[in-house]
């Protein structure tokens, strides 16, 4: 047998094992994207009670965009923080005990998905905080 067929063979194999890996991780990002859209959603209602006691007591428009931006910019960084904490420490424990090679880690990769989570879900805090912030609060305060 040539050993150049398999060299061939293994990196076919290894080619096809990374491309289910990073097709799982892909679903995973979009699963937890869908996640982080609904948990909003469903504290809507949470924040439109905690903004309109803030206004009550005099609190300004800025003022409560920079309490929702600082919010939404911790729940991203620690979403997106623990997701990477885990995702390594997987990637860790496959490469050393399944597949008993070395593990390298990038950094760069991992900055960018962190930055572009907590961007995201502050855009995403933004966009679901504007009608939040419009709400009149007599209006609410009576329904």
Same mark, same amino acid.
């Given at each position: 047998?040539?050993?150049?067929?398999?060299?061939?063979?293994?990196?076919?194999?290894?080619?096809?094992?990374?491309?289910?890996?990073?097709?799982?991780?892909?679903?995973?990002?979009?699963?937890?994207?869908?996640?982080?859209?609904?948990?909003? &959603?469903?504290?809507? #209602?949470?924040? @439109?009670?905690?903004?309109?006691?803030?206004?009550?007591?005099?609190? %300004?428009? *800025?003022? +409560?965009?920079?309490?929702?931006?600082?919010?939404?910019?911790?729940?991203?960084?620690?979403?997106?923080?623990?997701?990477?904490?885990?995702?390594?420490?997987?990637?860790?424990?496959?490469?050393?005990?399944?597949?008993?090679?070395?593990?390298?880690?990038?950094?760069?990769? &991992?900055?960018?998905? #962190?930055?572009? @989570?907590?961007?995201?879900?502050?855009?995403?805090?933004?966009?679901? %905080?504007? *009608?939040? +912030?419009?709400?009149?609060?007599?209006?609410?305060?009576?329904?």
């Amino acid at each position: 047998m040539n050993l150049s067929m398999i060299v061939e063979t293994l990196e076919e194999i290894l080619g096809k094992i990374s491309f289910v890996i990073q097709f799982m991780a892909l679903f995973s990002i979009l699963t937890g994207v869908l996640v982080l859209i609904s948990s909003l &959603l469903i504290s809507k #209602f949470q924040r @439109i009670r905690e903004n309109i006691l803030l206004r009550t007591i005099g609190a %300004s428009r *800025s003022t +409560l965009l920079k309490i929702n931006t600082l919010e939404y910019l911790f729940l991203g960084g620690l979403a997106a923080g623990g997701g990477i904490v885990l995702s390594v420490l997987a990637a860790f424990l496959l490469s050393r005990y399944l597949f008993e090679i070395s593990f390298r880690m990038e950094w760069a990769p &991992l900055a960018l998905v #962190f930055a572009l @989570i907590t961007l995201l879900t502050v855009i995403l805090g933004w966009v679901n %905080s504007t *009608s939040i +912030l419009k709400a009149k609060t007599m209006d609410i305060l009576r329904s």
